[in-house]
């Protein structure tokens, strides 16, 4: 079995120490300054650029192992867009999110015709590896023009009050996108949210449907993912 030091090779800190800074910045609504100053209280001194370093560096290996763990996706995908502005250009991120609001995948694209739905769909189908038994969006056209093409036979419901669960699913973003004062550029945008969905997500329980019982067994599981995931993750 490969030891900690190795697959974290070249790193002054443990992995302790990397995979905790990296949990409290996709976790939590905090600054790379936040975090320093955090683990300065706790009496570990690491810098800000440190950690950024470490967020993306790391971020999109322990959501992609997130990803092989994470439950199988429903048959029913609620798929739905939201605009992004950008140094002053106007993008759209798409979202699919399954029945159970576990997030399918995101493409950020600065167009919404039949083109870009053609390779949300694509992204779609390689992220989850099937089709659908049925999707359901708003009222755009393009949803129903590339489905057409990709998903022949597969059912489409478009109304937007029964898209509610892919809009709500938005809400963290936003969030996160007013504490950050906007995301610079598609490109850094993307890379973000691809580790922010499934790092975040993680950890969204959903505390005010559980008992303080079954809440405090997830959490658990929860973070007992988390820090395997960690282990799992090996530098080349």
């Given at each position: ?38 683990m ?12 950024r ?28 867009e ?30 919404r ?21 049925v ?7 393009s949803y ?11 059912e ?22 007013k ?43 929860a ?14």
């Amino acid at each position: 079995m490969v030891s900690s030091a190795e697959r974290y090779h070249r790193h002054r800190f443990p992995i302790e120490v990397v995979e905790h800074c990296i949990w409290l910045y996709f976790r939590f609504c905090l600054s790379y300054r936040n975090v320093e100053e955090i683990m300065a209280v706790r009496g570990v001194r690491v810098t800000y650029e440190t950690v950024r370093e470490w967020c993306q560096k790391f971020g999109a290996l322990y959501a992609a192992q997130l990803r092989k763990r994470r439950s199988r996706i429903g048959s029913k995908w609620h798929l739905g867009e939201v605009f992004l502005k950008m140094n002053g250009v106007q993008h759209y991120l798409w979202r699919a999110v399954d029945q159970n609001g576990v997030t399918i995948d995101i493409l950020i694209q600065p167009k919404r015709d039949r083109w870009a739905a053609l390779r949300f769909f694509r992204k779609l189908l390689r992220a989850s590896g099937g089709a659908p038994r049925v999707i359901i969006t708003d009222k755009l056209r393009s949803y129903a023009a590339a489905k057409r093409q990709i998903l022949p036979e597969v059912e489409h419901r478009q109304s937007r009050y029964l898209n509610n669960r892919c809009e709500n699913s938005h809400q963290p973003t936003r969030t996160r996108e007013k504490q950050m004062k906007r995301f610079k550029n598609p490109e850094q945008a993307q890379r973000f949210l691809s580790s922010f969905e499934s790092i975040n997500a993680l950890f969204r329980l959903r505390r005010h449907l559980l008992s303080a019982a079954c809440y405090r067994r997830r959490l658990t599981h929860a973070l007992q993912l988390w820090r395997a995931t960690a282990l799992a993750v090996a530098l080349p």
